[in-house]
């Protein structure tokens, strides 16, 4: 099939930026959405032009580093699906296919469709952890935890940090993100000791990011790729709350 | 020039305790002193960056990726093996030990293997604290499930996203460094050179892959945990970036590289579908716990896998291995798959693919507990595919996803450069020549969290911390080194893509040096190589300039160092003229088709020296001694 791409180009963090169009032509249905990408690419490189810069690694969905805005909707048209998981079947001969960056202040663009996602970085380096130093740990089956609790915390730990949440909110929130990590260790008892202090200091520097607040939209959780539940963004805020005391200390 | 492999004397079970007090010690006073470069941050240098940083040693750490969240380990699917015994089924270090010697078909060291399943244990219950949430069972202790090349349930599993959680946990330890400022972490930075000052590792040349900036980083040590170099295939289950260019950089500056040839093909993972492929998707070993592998019997067979009947279907797993069956070692397994197809009774479009069939198992135990055991992983399958595999059997095929050989390092995980260590995919001590699975993450770990923190202590205790800094001579001539390749890489302006020639490579690569090797071939290729070599440095095309993000340039430099790379692979494998593991030259096997290896002349590491390029390297050996596991034909019958 033949389409046409308006693709976001933007050469550097200072540039204004704009959108470019290119046609896509022999393209299969069985090829993903980031092999539609190469082949247009290649063929920019044998012209001596610049090719479309896009985030990518493993390609099977779990790194979370691909990241595009496909027709105005965080890794396109497929429910619970990394874009480059997204398959040109889903698309039809003669489309008009839009691709951005992820828009959010707190993402800014680097170049082209790749943005700067160390924002999430500082709000783990913040909080998002359980502080046990190496060695020392107690035998793995000495504390029980019920199978119901270790799969809600798995549930929010499948969380890949691609930013799609972010990406789909209008306010930019990343409340989803950062719920899914303050449950997934809240949720376990090696994670309970520091809950406390370990969500205010996630929500402050999230606060401090620049990201926006949630206001129940709920379409970080139809963009999320590993679907993760907003469900967590409610037990981030009971978390919070409990957390007051401490916080007044 | 003689291999010292500094193994400790003594018992086997006694060598890593002996070891550990013998090695020195440096004071926590001193630690702050020294300065430890870290590059590549997945669960070998993830870990390791975190624990040196907990003990006090001041580290820098660098990825090519934005974030070390997104290092490959995190596609790790079916689980880490652990000598827990958990089960009661009879599992024991010693049994793990043994397990993974034979596994690797007789070609690992075997004090290596045996400290990696006494450490197995720990690592359990290191993730457990940081709270990866493995599988449990109703009562809240952890799960198991099986594995191939075992007869005990020893592996530990998240779902099909082990490998994800298991780096989750380590990023978070390392996360927690950063912010403690113990950690100096870079992003989006490529190490494109070592450097080395009178014999020691002393720092490295990175490229910002923002801004283009060529820069020298100083250090007393400097660890490499780059990964494998699956990629040399170009069509691999790696991710697109994974690359050789740290390893194959630092064995120009003189580490050594060991038993290259010695490459992984995994049995499961979803066949090939056309020309513009990227990459290849691996379906977890796991699945093999409950699916069953089959062809029909007829050659050229037309209907589809539900109408074929039972009695006209091939189970060959089954009928060749009736003890391990389907859970048979990836080495068999993936030749195999090979075997039927190439005796043309493959099926799919292409007649290269096997069928894994789930039908019996949904049967038995429901849909239900298959959705919940593998999930995941049938998504994936039906998103690439669209084919349900809940209702058709799934179509697989062998493809290249690990890398046994890697940089030569002793037991301390030092390679022959002092300051240089290597721990993970990229080196190459304790899988042999054939990895089982749930072993990676579990080798990655150990070196990270409880190898590298004690021995690197004994290598720094012996120098003087800051002694070389990064305004000598050495780096200012690494950094032009580097700045002259990237120019000419800029300006060559010729007509074909970097990945033309990559694919051009991959393809060579996986015919003449993939699941099956013979003289002919491997010498066809080191006629080939040279040439696709040169007319890359006469006709590649890389466009924009090094001042930028430039993804072809990025790509460009990892393609040169894999058109030298394949050349020594090929040298390797046409060197060792035996069978073993991975390693299959087709001159060599027993009548029934499984690899015949030599023991009188190969029983060694070949840990190789690069002298030019295009120039065949020199070889150096380093025997293997097998005093507990005796070498044995392996049988899986």
Not at chain 1, 15 to 36: H, N, Q, T, V
Not at chain 2, 461 to 476: L, Q, R, Y
């Amino acid at each position: 099939m033949n389409l046409t791409l308006y693709v976001w180009r933007q050469k550097n963090a200072g540039d204004k930026g704009r959108m470019d169009k290119y046609e896509a032509k022999d393209i299969s249905p069985d090829m993903s959405f980031l092999e539609m990408l190469d082949v247009v690419n290649e063929d920019l490189e044998r012209e001596g032009k610049d090719p479309i810069a896009f985030d990518h690694d493993c390609r099977e969905g779990i790194c979370g580093t691909c990241s595009l805005n496909v027709n105005g909707v965080a890794h396109g048209p497929e429910k619970g699906t990394t874009v480059c998981q997204l398959h040109m079947r889903n698309f039809k001969d003669g489309d008009k296919i839009y691709i951005e960056p992820w828009r959010a202040k707190a993402f800014p663009v680097v170049k082209d469709l790749i943005v700067d996602r160390s924002a999430f970085d500082r709000i783990m380096q913040a909080g998002g952890f359980v502080s046990v130093g190496t060695g020392g740990a107690p035998d793995a089956n000495a504390i029980p935890i019920s199978k119901e609790a270790a799969e809600d915390a798995f549930d929010a730990a499948a969380c890949i940090g691609c930013g799609a949440c972010v990406a789909a909110c209008k306010n930019a929130s990343a409340m989803l993100f950062v719920a899914a990590k303050v449950s997934h260790l809240a949720n376990l008892p090696q994670g309970k000791v520091e809950a406390k202090r370990r969500v205010v200091n996630m929500i402050n520097q999230m606060d401090l990011e620049g990201f926006g607040n949630c206001t129940n939209y709920y379409e970080c959780q139809a963009a999320c790729p590993k679907e993760i539940s907003v469900k967590f963004i409610a037990q981030m805020n009971r978390e919070y709350f409990r957390s007051l005391r401490y916080k007044e200390k | 020039m003689a291999l010292d492999s500094q193994v400790p004397s003594g018992p086997m079970s006694e060598k890593w305790d002996k070891h550990k007090f013998d090695l020195k010690v440096v004071s926590p006073a001193n630690k702050r002193k020294f300065h430890i470069i870290v590059v590549g941050t997945g669960l070998a240098g993830g870990s390791a960056a975190a624990s040196f940083a907990e003990l006090g040693y001041k580290v820098t750490a660098f990825c090519y990726q934005d974030s070390p969240r997104r290092a490959h380990s995190i596609a790790a699917q079916g689980g880490i093996n652990a000598a827990k015994n958990y089960q009661n089924d009879n599992d024991s270090v010693y049994r793990l030990f043994y397990d993974t010697v034979k596994g690797g078909d007789f070609r690992s060291r075997e004090a290596n293997v045996y400290r990696l399943a006494q450490l197995s244990e720990n690592i359990i219950d290191q993730c457990v604290a940081q709270g990866v949430p493995f599988a449990r069972d109703y009562g809240g202790e952890l799960a198991n499930r099986s594995f191939g090349g075992a007869l005990v349930s020893r592996t530990f599993y998240a779902r099909g996203q082990t490998g994800q959680q298991l780096l989750l946990g380590c990023y978070q330890a390392l996360a927690r460094q950063i912010g403690l400022g113990a950690v100096e972490m870079h992003g989006r930075s490529e190490m494109l050179d070592l450097v080395v000052v009178d014999g020691h590792a002393k720092g490295i040349i990175v490229r910002d892959m923002v801004t283009g900036e060529i820069k020298s980083y100083a250090a007393d040590a400097v660890v490499l945990a780059t990964g494998g170099y699956g990629n040399v295939f170009y069509l691999s289950t790696n991710a697109m970036g994974c690359n050789v260019t740290a390893a194959y950089r630092a064995y120009k500056k003189g580490a050594f590289f060991a038993n290259p040839c010695y490459t992984q093909i995994h049995p499961t993972c979803i066949p090939v579908h056309g020309d513009y492929q990227s990459k290849l998707t691996l379906m977890s070993e796991s699945l093999r716990n409950d699916g069953r592998i089959w062809v029909p019997k007829k050659k050229g067979e037309t209907r589809s896998p539900n109408d074929i009947p039972e009695d006209e279907r091939d189970y060959y797993l089954e009928r060749k291995y009736p003890s391990y069956g389907n859970l048979a070692p990836r080495d068999i397994a993936s030749r195999s798959a090979k075997e039927v197809c190439d005796e043309g009774r493959g099926v799919g479009e292409t007649g290269m693919g096997v069928y894994l069939d789930f039908s019996d198992a949904i049967n038995r135990l429901g849909e239900d507990t298959i959705r919940a055991r593998y999930g995941n992983l049938f998504h994936m399958y039906e998103k690439i595919t669209d084919e349900n595999p809940y209702q058709v059997p799934m179509r697989i095929f062998p493809a290249p996803h690990y890398t046994m050989g890697g940089l030569w390092v002793d037991y301390n995980l030092m390679s022959n450069l002092p300051g240089l260590f290597v721990i993970g995919e990229a080196n190459f001590s304790d899988h042999g020549a054939n990895r089982l699975g749930a072993s990676a993450l579990m080798q990655g770990l150990a070196d990270g969290y409880f190898v590298i923190p004690y021995t690197i202590g004994h290598y720094l205790a012996g120098v003087t911390p800051g002694e070389v800094k990064a305004d000598h001579g050495e780096f200012k001539k690494s950094e032009e080194d580097v700045k002259q390749r990237v120019h000419k890489l800029l300006s060559i302006d010729g007509k074909r893509t970097v990945d033309d020639f990559h694919r051009q490579l991959g393809r060579l690569m996986w015919e003449e040096c993939g699941m099956a090797r013979n003289e002919e071939g491997l010498k066809k290729a080191l006629e080939e190589i040279p040439k696709i070599r040169d007319e890359f440095w006469e006709n590649v095309k890389v466009v924009g300039e090094n001042e930028e993000l430039n993804q072809c340039l990025e790509r460009a430099g990892r393609v040169v160092d894999f058109l030298e790379f394949a050349e020594l692979m090929c040298e390797d494998a046409l060197d060792r003229d035996e069978s073993c593991g991975g390693h299959f030259r087709e001159e060599h096997q027993t009548e029934e088709g499984e690899a015949l290896r030599n023991d009188d002349n190969y029983t060694h590491v070949s840990a190789w020296e690069f002298t030019e390029v295009g120039k065949k390297p020199n070889l150096h050996k380093e025997p293997l001694e097998f005093e507990e596991v005796p070498l044995a034909q392996r049988s899986y019958k």
